[in-house]
């Protein structure tokens, strides 16, 4: 065997050993020198009593052994060095070196380093500690974490005594090692046969090799077991001691011989490992087998002992972590004693604990203060009745006695404290049980409060609600004032605004010079402007207090959005903006909801949008989101390139009166309520609405509201065949537009192409590229779109590319004509409408046209219509100019109605002729709008009575509800809208048709 490799395991295994010729000169030497020296110098060639120091006492023992007098003998040296769990000592080991002839040759010197422990009762003794049985107590947190050594979970000495208890009784060998084959124990009961093959290197070696492997297959299946060593013949052993299922150590046992005694393969081992056969012989067949039965046995004591060590080390594991945790309860609960007394000691409130009789236990500094006594622990034992006068200590005795008898705490007892001295003391007093761990009351805990100050509070207080429920009366006396004034204020200001916007719309129907046309168009546009005004102050009062009610009605989301458009695309092309809208695919159509509050907040932010954009464009976003079963949270968003907005204005931006500076006040005009009128709508939709903006970057208006789908969406198909897979060019040198465009495109299943570059267009074209259709713009900076159209027919691939023009300007004369001379697929104005450009698209393919929903009702005098449709209309107004201006317009209609100033005068009427209509005025003097029509329901019969429609200047919430209540059909609100008098007219035709029918 190599030597390094025999120094190994020397070293893994503390051993190390030497061999001498007769004179006692030392020839070989194996393991650490520093073992056999004390020093890492070689002694070869030295005598073995001058190399080994102390040695000479142990001569005599050796020359016994050069005789052939002593086998060997053993003694213990103590090492130079040192460890901390105990003190290093050397085991040596005396015994004869042996030829083949059996003829003693010299010394083998043979030193194994171990461990002492330091005696811990002796530690202990010193320290002056209680007598411990264990060197150390390891918790399980110490023991999981790390490499723990058997010798540190149990004193060694105690198991050696077992060791050589169980070898002695059972009459076999027996060590315990680490995990690693490393002994722990000193050899119990090692036979004569076992000296002899240990003393030879090689024999040594496979000794050594033999119980490794077989501590490591009880490491591995976790229980003991045992086999035939296949040198020597002996039955071998393993127990594994595992604790919590960590392996430990292990103990071995062997030097077994089941049944008969055969020397015959021992001597051939012998021979192979270089010991004397007949000396290795000898000493076995002297040896006596043992039964299976008795085997077996052993091997069942072996486990049982194996298993006990680690219940003992488990149990004591678990007792230094009881150990610990209850030392660990008792600084918790120290600690908490301690944060508790100083908790309460501190704390201006009067803290206390009683027995079932009512005896202090403890109290707090403050409590201490209140009985008059110096200490808290004055109060110990005694009572209320020893501190207090006796009706307030019969008093507190019988709140106790109550706690004791029903469970049920006192809390906030607010009593006067009669032993105060000065001013009046109040105190606020909460007492609660305290139970056992069988529920059963054994004291109180109380606490009692100063509480002066907060009834003194409390009594100003009262004295406040007073004066303010008088406060509160007054101002709803001033609001109920002032709802009054500003309903007689906009029946005021409507009535004359009436009869100005009114008669400037008849006298534009006359036939006037261009200077008298521009006046009158100055007068209704100054009209109309005023009459948002107006508006906007009676909108932001409602909301203000509170009055303005929503309404509820179906409505297309699309045809909502395009009307809006369609008020503004005018002003944008006039400065030259780019006004663009999508609505995602995803959107559902009809909603239920208030239209004219949606269209209004639109129409404020988008009219706000073109007037603060100088240059570049306006467009406007619909996003959606399913937030429940049938509700959706709408997302609107309008974003411009205008002026945009500073960080720090945008703070007031949505206060009411305000805009952003005086200079744009003064540039814009404006009364500032739009943005503010327009969040509290937001809100009352259940949303809100915000900007986010840079000074000279634009500005991005955002609002979202919550409406619920209509459950029947109209038949609306934007996904039609014709359409899938065809191949579009968008050119238009606005981005935006062509992002939208394209998104459109998408949602039908298109496959757009778009630049913003005409040349660019024309290249990809005349390089092959193939294209169902194209979309042109029409201002465009290097070519316009009737140009590039022109280029794009001169392309023989292109001759009969279908092709739609977009312009701002609206069709023109030149226009149409130059749709027939290019062959033009359509001429459509900005922003295009999705609908119309869908229709479009499918008429280009095959004709097609989708079932969209059209709405516009443009309303037109009709001079006929009073042919078409007779009806006697009897006109009830006090106010001259609102007659003339009733009366006009029912004449263009061609009808000509009679005129009374009030109510009495209508009675008179009503008596004198039959009317199928009558337009109705609220305020009148003698006789008002709600006592006549009350009085025509008293007097005329149902199948007889004419349909009565208010015309009147209210324009407060609440007011249609009370005309329809006072039994009037209809409510039109003044300024009088010419489509409003032709639907009630068209609704009294058919009333009146339906009476004939029935009387007929």
């Given at each position: 065997?190599?030597?390094?490799?025999?120094?190994?395991?020397?070293?893994?295994?503390?051993?190390?050993?030497?061999?001498?010729?007769?004179?006692?000169?030392?020839?070989?030497?194996?393991?650490?020198?520093?073992?056999?020296?004390?020093?890492?110098?070689?002694?070869?060639?030295?005598?073995?009593?001058?190399?080994?120091?102390?040695?000479?006492?142990?001569?005599?023992?050796i020359e016994k052994i050069l005789a052939g007098e002593l086998v060997k003998f053993s003694f213990d040296s103590p090492s130079k060095r040192t460890n901390k769990t105990g003190n290093l000592y050397t085991q040596i080991t005396c015994m004869a070196n042996r030829d083949k002839t059996d003829k003693v040759t010299g010394i083998v010197y043979i030193v194994k380093e171990k461990i002492k422990k330091i005696s811990q009762n002796k530690i202990n003794r010193e320290n002056g500690y209680e007598q411990n049985k264990f060197p150390v107590q390891l918790t399980f947190r110490e023991f999981r974490d790390r490499n723990v050594k058997l010798d540190e979970l149990l004193l060694i000495s105690d198991l050696q005594e077992l060791q050589d208890s169980f070898a002695t009784v059972t009459n076999v060998a027996s060590i315990i090692t680490d995990i690693d084959g490393t002994p722990i124990t000193n050899p119990s009961n090692f036979s004569p046969v076992c000296n002899i093959i240990r003393n030879t290197e090689k024999g040594l070696e496979q000794c050594i090799m033999s119980n490794k492997k077989l501590g490591t297959r009880a490491h591995l299946h976790k229980r003991t077991v045992y086999e035939k060593c296949t040198n020597c013949g002996f039955i071998d052993a393993a127990a594994p001691i595992i604790v919590a299922g960590k392996h430990i150590a292990t103990w071995l046992m062997g030097q077994c011989i089941i049944n008969n005694v055969d020397?015959?393969?021992?001597?051939?081992?012998?021979?192979?490992?270089?010991?004397?056969?007949?000396?290795?012989?000898?000493?076995?067949?002297?040896?006596?087998?043992?039964?299976?039965?008795?085997?077996?046995?052993?091997?069942?004591?072996?486990?049982?002992?194996?298993?006990?060590?680690?219940?003992?080390?488990?149990?004591?594991?678990?007792?230094?972590?009881?150990?610990?945790?209850?030392?660990?309860?008792?600084?918790?609960?120290?600690?908490?004693?301690?944060?508790?007394?100083?908790?309460?000691?501190?704390?201006?409130?009067?803290?206390?604990?009683?027995?079932?009789?009512?005896?202090?236990?403890?109290?707090?500094?403050?409590?201490?203060?209140?009985?008059?006594?110096?200490?808290?622990?004055?109060?110990?034992?005694?009572?209320?009745?020893?501190?207090?006068d006796k009706n307030r200590a019969r008093e507190s005795l019988?709140?106790?006695?109550?706690?004791?008898?029903?469970?049920?705490?006192?809390?906030?007892?607010?009593?006067?404290?009669?032993?105060?001295?000065?001013?009046?003391?109040?105190?606020?007093?909460?007492?609660?049980?305290?139970?056992?761990?069988?529920?059963?009351?054994?004291?109180?805990?109380?606490?009692?409060?100063?509480?002066?100050?907060?009834?003194?509070?409390?009594?100003?207080?009262?004295?406040?609600?007073?004066?303010?429920?008088?406060?509160?009366?007054?101002?709803?006396?001033a609001t109920r004032a002032k709802s009054e004034f500003l309903a007689n204020m906009s029946h005021e200001i409507r009535t004359p605004m009436n009869g100005v916007i009114g008669m400037t719309?008849?006298?534009?129907?006359?036939?006037?010079?261009?200077?008298?046309?521009?006046?009158?168009?100055?007068?209704?546009?100054?009209?109309?402007?005023?009459?948002?005004?107006?508006?906007?102050?009676?909108?932001?009062?409602?909301?203000?207090?509170?009055?303005?009610?929503?309404?509820?009605?179906?409505?297309?989301?699309?045809?909502?959005?395009?009307?809006?458009?369609?008020?503004?695309?005018?002003?944008?092309f006039k400065k030259g903006l780019e006004l663009t809208y999508f609505i995602d695919p995803k959107t559902p159509e009809k909603f239920i909801g208030d239209v004219y509050r949606i269209q209004q907040v639109i129409n404020n932010l988008l009219n706000n949008?073109?007037?603060?954009?100088?240059?570049?464009?306006?467009?406007?976003?619909?996003k959606s989101k399913q937030i429940a079963d049938k509700t959706y949270e709408l997302l609107f968003t309008v974003k411009d390139t205008g002026i945009g907005i500073s960080q720090e204005r945008q703070k007031k931006l949505f206060e009411a009166f305000t805009q952003v500076d005086a200079s744009i006040t003064r540039k814009y005009g404006g009364t500032g309520l739009g943005l503010a009128i327009s969040k509290q709508l937001c809100e009352l939709m259940g949303g809100t609405l915000w900007v986010?903006?840079?000074?000279?970057?634009?500005?991005?208006?955002?609002?979202?509201?919550?409406?619920?789908?209509?459950?029947?969406?109209?038949?609306i198909d934007f996904h039609d065949y014709q359409l899938e897979n065809k191949h579009i060019l968008i050119v238009d040198d606005n981005a935006t537009n062509r992002k939208i465009l394209s998104l459109q495109a998408k949602s039908w299943k298109m496959y757009p192409k778009d630049t913003g570059s005409c040349k660019e267009a024309l290249e990809w074209i005349k390089n092959g590229k193939k294209f169902d259709v194209a979309i042109l713009d029409m201002m465009m900076p290097d070519m316009d779109g009737f140009t590039l159209a022109t280029k794009i027919r001169e392309m023989k691939d292109a001759e009969s590319l279908p092709l739609i023009i977009l312009t701002s300007m609206g069709y023109k004369r030149q226009d149409l004509k130059k749709l027939r001379e290019l062959e033009l697929a359509n001429i459509m104005t900005k922003p295009v409408k999705q609908s119309l450009l869908y229709n479009a698209l499918l008429r280009i393919f095959d004709g097609k046209i989708s079932l969209i929903p059209k709405k516009y009702n443009?309303?037109?005098?009709?001079?006929?219509?009073?042919?078409?449709l007779p009806l006697n209309i009897l006109i009830v107004e006090d106010n001259i100019i609102n007659q003339k201006l009733a009366s006009r317009l029912l004449n263009k209609l061609g009808y000509e109605a009679d005129v009374s100033s009030n109510g009495k005068e209508a009675m008179k009427a009503l008596k004198l002729k039959y009317y199928d209509l009558i337009l109705m005025d609220i305020q009148m003097p003698e006789m008002d709008g709600f006592e006549t029509t009350r009085l025509i329901h008293k007097r005329i019969p149902k199948n007889k009575r004419p349909r009565i429609v208010a015309m009147t200047a209210n324009a407060m919430d609440g007011d249609r509800e009370k005309c329809i209540n006072a039994g009037m059909d209809e409510y039109i609100s003044k300024p009088m809208q010419i489509d409003r008098l032709i639907t009630e007219l068209v609704k009294s035709s058919s009333k009146k048709n339906k009476l004939v029918e029935e009387n007929s």
């Open positions: 065997m190599d030597s390094s490799i025999l120094n190994t395991v020397l070293n893994e295994n503390n051993l190390a050993f030497l061999v001498t010729n007769k004179n006692l000169i030392i020839k070989k030497e194996y393991g650490s020198k520093y073992q056999l020296y004390y020093r890492d110098s070689s002694c070869i060639g030295k005598s073995l009593l001058d190399a080994v120091p102390n040695l000479d006492s142990k001569k005599k023992k020397s015959t393969g021992i001597k051939k081992y012998a021979q192979e490992i270089g010991a004397d056969p007949d000396e290795t012989a000898r000493a076995y067949e002297k040896m006596s087998g043992m039964s299976h039965v008795k085997f077996k046995n052993i091997l069942n004591l072996l486990k049982i002992i194996a298993q006990n060590i680690s219940i003992l080390i488990y149990n004591n594991l678990k007792l230094a972590d009881d150990v610990n945790e209850l030392n660990r309860t008792k600084e918790e609960l120290a600690n908490e004693k301690s944060q508790l007394q100083t908790l309460i000691d501190n704390i201006p409130d009067t803290i206390y604990i009683k027995d079932r009789n009512s005896r202090y236990l403890m109290i707090n500094i403050a409590m201490a203060h209140v009985l008059g006594i110096y200490s808290p622990q004055k109060a110990t034992g005694k009572t209320d009745f020893d501190f207090y019988a709140d106790e006695q109550n706690i004791f008898n029903t469970g049920r705490p006192l809390i906030g007892k607010v009593e006067l404290d009669s032993q105060s001295v000065g001013s009046e003391k109040w105190i606020s007093t909460t007492k609660v049980p305290i139970t056992d761990k069988f529920g059963k009351i054994i004291g109180i805990v109380g606490i009692s409060r100063d509480i002066s100050k907060l009834k003194n509070t409390e009594q100003s207080l009262l004295k406040k609600y007073e004066q303010l429920d008088k406060a509160l009366i007054a101002a709803q006396e719309g008849l006298l534009l129907n006359t036939k006037l010079s261009a200077e008298q046309k521009e006046y009158i168009e100055t007068i209704k546009t100054s009209g109309d402007s005023l009459m948002v005004i107006i508006n906007d102050i009676l909108d932001f009062s409602k909301i203000e207090s509170g009055k303005l009610d929503l309404e509820k009605h179906p409505f297309i989301l699309r045809q909502c959005v395009e009307e809006t458009l369609d008020i503004h695309s005018t002003n944008a949008a073109i007037k603060f954009t100088e240059k570049g464009e306006v467009v406007f976003y619909i986010e903006s840079q000074e000279g970057k634009g500005s991005s208006f955002f609002f979202n509201i919550k409406l619920d789908v209509l459950d029947s969406q109209p038949e443009v309303s037109k005098l009709d001079p006929n219509m009073g042919l078409k």
